[in-house]
């Protein structure tokens, strides 16, 4: 799906961000490079803790620089974001390229209105005035469905449904026409009616922009819905990258595959039982050897001697397709052949 | 901190007169004489002599080298309770009431520091008749109040009359129990006259149920001073008394600060007894002892005319003033005519020999210790203070060889009374030291065989319940300041069995006829000095029964600023002479 | 609104009420006779009787209550001692005056004390406490932290002390502590006071600087913070308008119930600096058994703590718009 004639808006390359703690230095992202082009969504999947959010902040330059070690590049529409002012950061914030986050009711201020906190980005990026500002608010709030935007722009967040505030929210991040949305878990705290009416908002507001998303979650059903195109995250790293049709239907990495089985299938038997990933996310601060999965890998014995665990697997990308892993496409065939029989039909 | 000062005052009735001063305590420029302090050894009881009618006759002898005008500042803790005279008991209200207050009588102050009774508002000390049952005083002419009016005999029989309103419960009551017909008679209120108020021309005598030889001394006790007719308040006197002396009260905010100004109608011809240097008094409340002693010690701005009434050296800094010439030579050191003594209950406590024992094993100079050492106070042997006129000095229990108790020589007392291991009951007062004074005195009994129970009461009711005839306490804390300077004031009310009872202040419940005879055979004794050498032999009788266990005479260091002058010991009112003072220019 | 002050108010009347019932019986129920305290060294039965009377302690407890209460309603008369009109909370025979008199004659200079020392405390804690939360981990936040460490250790005793010996004794610089009412003269309000402001100050500081410092912290961890960030607001308006409003409620509360204790009196501060005020009254009148007086000076601390208690929550509903009066 990735047209490669087009320039990227977004472009990483080999993102390194470490976190000095007290305990020592977390490697919260180790490696790890993208592009994504305006009018694509790129969904990034990934347990709690294997990086996802961070490498959005640190997009957006919100991380805590004082204790931050951060290396590789990030471009947004051909500048350098990591290198940039505080000043010129601030004024790419909200404006060029904004966020959604997960936690609605946490991520509102709850000492301000709706209307305020919408106005007030539109404010500062636009310079207009008070009325203006709450004029727009009430347009964005009636863009993404409130009803009666002009009087519930006055309330206060704590006054708006769940599904309400993660409206505004996205109507708050929208205000600029942003040219990159990076959306963290927008719909993981809202029931499945209210996350359906959200994902076609979302996409409305991308055909209508050409918005470029980054689409953040844990959920795989989420991703099959919105993304174009997938990038798995595992201890910091990208483990495998593909279309979306690629990535689910013919995953190529192990890691991949467990996310996928424990998941329940739209299309699939239903009696189909659900195997979680044994174990837990590896600990980012002193990780394991070789590959970060191996301790939960079921076929880290398929592969010869122990490389798994002494030998880092490279990510192959050809056309942005691949993943990392020790295993050989022959192995990978024969070994998720179960998955492909309970799923491809 | 120490709050407890109304308490402290009122039971321990540490109240108007003393007796007797040290040759130390003269004057502040004598410096020699406070390089030392004071012991029992070196304190001389001076007599506190009637004067004559020349010296009752004003002015004031002059102090030399003063000066007029300026003004004396004061730091103090408390603000007076009482200002009407007869509510008037504790020893600092009746000494900064001086300048504004007169009453028949008066204690003179001379250019030696000697103290003499002379008539004050009285043209002498008095006449007495009918053995001490009439006693006459004649008001001098001249004197006058505030207002301009001239003191009056009506103003002078008023004084006496109003003593028996039923809102005066504070001050001393000895002239209202004496007074013939005292006892029913119900105050001038409702307009009746007391009969044995006789007022003639300018004299008034005084008829008395009992014969007081010494009822001179009792007049000048600040509750007898005058109050006039025309401007008795009743209640409200309390809160703005009128006066007659050299300075009348300019401003009072209560419980903050006093201020006395000249009283122009004053005249210094008639007063023996006060100078009035300053032109004016600042009294200043609400000081703790740290806060006024860093004060004088840094001796700075207004702080040089400053001095204390009730105020003395804090506890935590004594030890530094008085090893420092610099601050030491303004320090008025003083012992105290009180003496604080442990009776022992006698109708608990039967054997005399037990009660010797008691003696014989008492922890004086731990006990010393425990309160701040030799700065504060002396240990006593006796029930009259060193002070007090009819002092005499015995040692019955061996306290000069052994101040920390002899237990060997009580233990063996107690075994031959066969009372081995006998159970005593002792009462303290909460108090600071309580806890430590207490483990100290059980060690020290129980080493000498005694077996120790001790028990804390409250301050408030402490007398009150040692006070009960029927008590659970064999032993317990207390003390006696003379209300005026002889014998009479410290053994009739402590240790006549007439003053057994409830509410009375006879603690030992001493009822020993040969004891209660020689009381009122001294008390009959018209020569203060064949009276004083009785006073002294009851003394001496008493602690051979070993009724009470005298533990200390305390020593009072008043500090004040540098350009304070003259300051000297009021033995009338046990403080600091406040018409004696200049300002230094 | 109107309808939280009105119930919150009732609702303080009953506090008061109870306490003033509570403060009256304790008083009865410790061993002390406030009688023999006005009763002089030769106290007899009769006496004692007669100051029981003269005082108006003669009655059963719960009718003194009852009169004392109605005092406040319709004023009371004590005979000679004078007349005490409504609201009467009662006459001090310790100091001869009716209570309210002698409350309202100490109390500037507690409000001045207590007010003055919260203007440096707020200024200096608070201050403090938001370079702490702004430089984490930096010199300054650890220059803050260990001094208000020490401030908190610190006892007012201690620094009064030391305070006035050498800005007073030594150096000069200050004069002794004194109340000059600020109708009289500001300036010599503002010198006398001073150091008594600075002392307190002191202590209290520590507090807010601890307390501001880890209410502020906990707030530019919020995710409203990181959104008001993402959202493009500069560092400073974010830390004003976000982090600072959502870390005021707490300081607000303790300031609310601090200042309300303040008001009932600085007993130490008052004491070591030698002024009178309400502090130094309510002593007194415990030393003294002065009940009518300790009511008074119980029911002004228990009223000042009410009173600020719903001020707090009525600035907190300002604050904090999910926070509803009713």
């Known amino acids: 799906m990735t047209s490669t004639d087009q320039q990227p808006f977004l472009s990483i390359k080999d993102l390194k961000v470490h976190f000095s703690t007290e305990d020592g230095i977390v490697k919260a992202v180790d490696g790890l490079s993208f592009d994504l082009v305006k009018g694509q969504t790129l969904g990034i999947v990934g347990e709690s803790g294997s990086g996802k959010s961070v490498t959005n902040l640190t997009i957006l330059g919100l991380h805590d620089r004082d204790r931050t070690a951060i290396e590789g590049e990030i471009l947004l529409d051909g500048k350098e974001l990591l290198s940039a002012s505080e000043k010129e950061l601030e004024r790419l914030r909200g404006n060029k390229m904004s966020m959604i986050f997960q936690d609605a009711l946490a991520s509102l201020s709850p000492y301000h209105t709706i209307g305020t906190q919408i106005g007030e980005t539109y404010r500062k990026h636009t310079g207009c005035s008070k009325s203006e500002a709450r004029k727009r608010a009430i347009e964005m709030l009636r863009r993404v469905g409130i009803p009666q935007p002009d009087m519930r722009v006055d309330d206060y967040p704590h006054q708006f449904s769940g599904g309400m505030r993660q409206r505004a929210m996205i109507a708050m991040a929208l205000v600029c026409d942003p040219e990159l949305l990076i959306a963290d878990e927008p719909t993981t705290a809202l029931d499945v009616t209210v996350q359906a009416q959200i994902m076609d908002l979302l996409k409305d507001l991308q055909q209508e922009f050409g918005t470029a998303i980054i689409f953040i979650t844990h959920d795989l059903g989420v991703i099959a819905d919105i993304a174009d195109d997938v990038l798995v995250m595992y201890g910091g790293r990208c483990v495998e990258r593909g279309t979306k049709k690629e990535v689910l239907s013919d995953p190529q990495h192990p890691y991949t595959l467990g996310l996928l089985n424990s998941m329940p299938s739209l299309h699939g038997a239903v009696d189909v039982p659900l195997t979680p990933i044994p174990g837990s996310p590896p600990s980012l601060l002193n990780p394991p050897s070789g590959c970060r999965f191996h301790p939960r890998c079921a076929f880290a014995d398929k592969v010869v001697g122990d490389r798994c665990s002494t030998e880092r697997p490279l990510l192959e990308l050809v056309e942005d397709r691949g993943s990392a892993c020790h295993l050989t496409d022959a192995q990978k065939q024969e070994l998720f052949a179960d998955f492909a029989a309970t799923r491809h039909n | 901190m120490s709050f407890s000062r109304r308490n402290f005052l009122i039971a321990t009735g540490v109240a108007a007169a003393s007796t007797s001063v040290l040759s130390a305590c003269s004057s502040s420029d004598s410096k020699g004489s406070r390089d030392n302090v004071p012991s029992v050894s070196k304190s001389e009881a001076v007599n506190i002599p009637v004067g004559t009618k020349a010296d009752s006759a004003g002015p004031a002898p002059e102090v030399k080298g003063a000066v007029k005008g300026g003004t004396i500042y004061s730091l103090d803790q408390f603000d007076m309770d009482h200002m009407d005279p007869a509510q008037i008991y504790v020893s600092t209200e009746g000494a900064i009431t001086v300048p504004i207050m007169r009453g028949l009588t008066g204690y003179k102050i001379d250019d030696k520091g000697n103290c003499t009774l002379v008539g004050d508002a009285a043209t002498d000390a008095g006449t007495m008749k009918n053995g001490g049952k009439t006693w006459s005083f004649t008001l001098k002419d001249g004197i006058k109040w505030e207002d301009g009016a001239e003191v009056s005999m009506d103003d002078l029989r008023h004084t006496f009359e109003r003593l028996f309103a039923s809102f005066v419960t504070e001050g001393p009551r000895y002239v209202q129990q004496w007074l013939v017909g005292g006892d029913k008679y119900k105050g001038p209120y409702s307009g009746k006259h007391l009969d044995s108020l006789e007022i003639s021309g300018k004299t008034i005598t005084f008829h008395l149920t009992e014969a007081r030889t010494d009822f001179n001394y009792t007049l000048a006790m600040r509750g007898y001073s005058l109050v006039p007719k025309k401007h008795d308040t009743k209640e409200k006197y309390d809160k703005r008394p009128f006066s007659c002396g050299p300075y009348k009260i300019g401003d009072r905010k209560i419980g903050k600060s006093l201020t006395y100004v000249r009283n122009e109608h004053w005249d210094a011809a008639t007063d023996p007894i006060r100078n009035a240097y300053p032109d004016k008094y600042v009294f200043q409340f609400g000081f703790e002892l740290i806060a006024s002693t860093d004060r004088y010690m840094a ?39 009180v003496t604080y003594y442990w009776p022992i209950n006698m109708t608990r406590v039967k054997d005399v020999k037990v009660r010797q024992a008691i003696n014989w094993a008492w922890p004086h100079q731990q006990l010393q210790t425990i309160r701040g050492g030799k700065a504060t106070s002396e240990l006593a042997t006796t029930i009259l203070s060193p002070v007090t006129p009819g002092y005499e000095k015995f040692d019955l229990y061996g306290v000069d060889k052994k101040p920390g108790g002899d237990p060997a020589k009580a233990k063996a007392l107690l075994k031959e009374a066969g009372k081995l291991g006998q159970k005593l009951v002792i009462a303290y007062q909460h108090s600071d030291n309580a806890v430590k004074s207490a483990v100290a005195i059980k060690n020290a009994l129980e080493a000498a065989g005694f077996q120790v129970v001790n028990k804390q009461v409250d301050k408030s009711t402490f007398y009150t319940q040692i006070g009960k005839v029927d008590n659970d306490f064999d032993l317990f804390a207390a003390g006696w300041s003379p209300d005026w300077p002889n014998g009479y004031s410290v053994f009739y009310p402590c240790w006549s069995g007439k003053n057994i009872g409830d509410g009375r202040s006879n603690y030992a419940q001493l009822n020993d006829p040969s004891v209660n005879k020689a009381i009122d055979a001294a008390a009959k004794i018209a020569d203060p000095e064949e009276a004083n050498k009785a006073w002294g032999k009851v003394d001496r009788q008493i602690m051979e029964l070993a009724a009470v266990v005298p533990d200390y005479h305390s020593i009072r260091n008043w500090m004040h600023g540098s350009k304070v002058g003259n300051v000297v010991f009021d033995a009338g009112n046990t403080c600091i002479a406040l018409c004696k003072l200049y300002a230094k220019k | 609104m109107f309808r939280f002050l009105v119930r919150r108010l009732l609702g303080a009347l009953v506090i008061l009420l109870i306490i003033s019932a509570v403060t009256f019986w304790l008083f009865y129920a410790i061993p002390r006779d406030p009688a023999m305290m006005s009763c002089g060294k030769n106290c007899t039965p009769d006496m004692l009787k007669q100051v029981r009377h003269n005082l108006g302690i003669d009655h059963p407890i719960p009718v003194q209550y009852w009169y004392w209460l109605k005092g406040i309603f319709v004023g009371r008369s004590y005979g000679d001692f004078g007349d005490c009109s409504a609201p009467c909370l009662g006459y001090s025979f310790a100091n001869r005056e009716p209570v309210l008199g002698t409350i309202l004659d100490r109390l500037p200079l507690t409000l001045s004390l207590a007010f003055g020392a919260a203007v440096v405390f707020l200024i200096f804690g608070v201050g403090a406490g938001m370079i702490a939360a702004l430089k984490q981990g930096k010199w300054q936040d650890k220059v803050a932290s260990s001094a208000s460490l020490l401030g908190s250790s610190l006892q007012i005793y201690f620094v009064g002390y030391i305070a006035m010996y050498f800005l007073v004794f030594k150096m000069g610089i200050l004069d002794n502590p004194s109340y000059t009412p600020i109708t009289e003269s500001p300036a010599d309000w503002f010198s006398g006071l001073l150091l008594p402001w600075l002392v307190l100050a002191i202590i209290f500081t520590a507090n807010y600087t601890r307390m501001s410092r880890s209410q502020l912290v906990e707030q530019l961890s919020e995710d409203y913070v990181r959104t008001a960030r993402a959202k493009g607001l500069s560092r400073s308006n974010v830390f004003l308008r976000f982090a600072w409003r959502g870390a005021m409620g707490p300081i607000v509360t303790i300031f609310g119930v601090d200042l309300g204790t303040l008001i009932g009196g600085a007993i130490i501060t008052e004491s070591v600096f030698s002024l009178q005020g309400v502090g130094r009254l309510a002593l007194d009148a415990v030393n003294k058994s002065d009940l009518p007086m300790v009511l008074g000076v119980t029911l002004l601390s228990a009223g000042a703590i009410v009173v600020f208690n719903i001020v707090v929550d009525a600035v907190y509903a300002l604050i904090d718009p999910r926070i509803r009066l009713a």
């Open chain 2, 299 to 337: 001796d700075k701005g207004n702080d040089q005319y400053t001095m204390s009434i009730f105020n003395e050296v804090a506890p935590e800094r004594i030890a530094q003033v008085l090893t420092n010439a610099k601050y030491k030579e303004r320090v008025l050191t003083q012992v105290d005519t």
